[in-house]
Every structure is written in C-alpha cells, then in structure tokens.
C-alpha cells in the first residue's frame, strides 16, 4: 500500500507565497511521476504542475512563470513552490504519483493524497 500526505498549504495574501509539499510512502520501487492538481470551489478538478521520473517539468499556462515544482528521490517526496500568488489560486491542492511498488511486476498504478487548502485573501 501507498500513501501520499501533502502539507503546507494555508493562508496567505495575494503576492505572497507558499511551498507544498508531499510525501510518499509505503511499498514504492519506483516513482514514475508526481504531479499537483486543484480544485476550486464549484470547478473541476485540473492540472497545475508534473515532474516525471529524470524529465523535464510541465506546468498549467495560469502558473508559469509563479510555481515550481521539485521533487527529491531520496525522500519520495515532491515540491510546489507557489509565488504571486493571486486570489484565482485559492483551492485544494492534490498531489498524484504514478508509482511502480514492486521490483518484481513492472505494473504501475495511481495515487492520490487527501489534498491541502490554499487560500490566497487579504
């Protein structure tokens, strides 16, 4: 079994900033790639950052530019450095990871975190 626990996540007022982050643990072989989504109230669900497994980074066009997201391997653990933030970012922050568990099944699955909230008021 896997588990994902985020923190971090909190109040702040527009332009400050705030660094998430998850941590993953339990039956992990490999981790393939990590991931942020949000939502905000009444809205779906949707991307924000990915740092797959030794490639590059991605990010969602709203937060180019303000987030970054990190990740280090020793600790299985994955980072969103949030600056400027703005009142549009306030929502949930759910952290993924497509995990390999075993070094015996080359089977991948999907995990979620409970997810953290980031209000951004003044």
């Known amino acids: 079994q896997v588990q994902l626990v985020e923190s971090g996540g909190g109040l702040v007022q527009p332009g400050g900033s705030l660094r998430l982050s998850c941590a993953a643990s339990g039956s992990i072989f490999s981790i393939k790639l990590m991931a942020w989504y949000r939502q905000a109230p009444g809205k779906q669900r949707e991307f924000v950052a990915v740092?797959?497994?030794?490639?590059?980074?991605n990010y969602a066009d709203s937060v180019k530019g303000r987030f970054t997201i990190s990740r280090d391997n020793a600790k299985n653990t994955v980072y969103l450095q949030m600056n400027n933030l703005e009142p549009e970012d306030t929502a949930v922050y759910s952290c993924n990871a497509v995990i390999r568990p075993v070094v015996t099944s080359t089977r991948i699955y999907s995990y979620w975190g409970q997810g953290t909230q980031v209000t951004v008021s003044s």
């Open positions: 740092i797959p497994e030794g490639g590059s980074t």
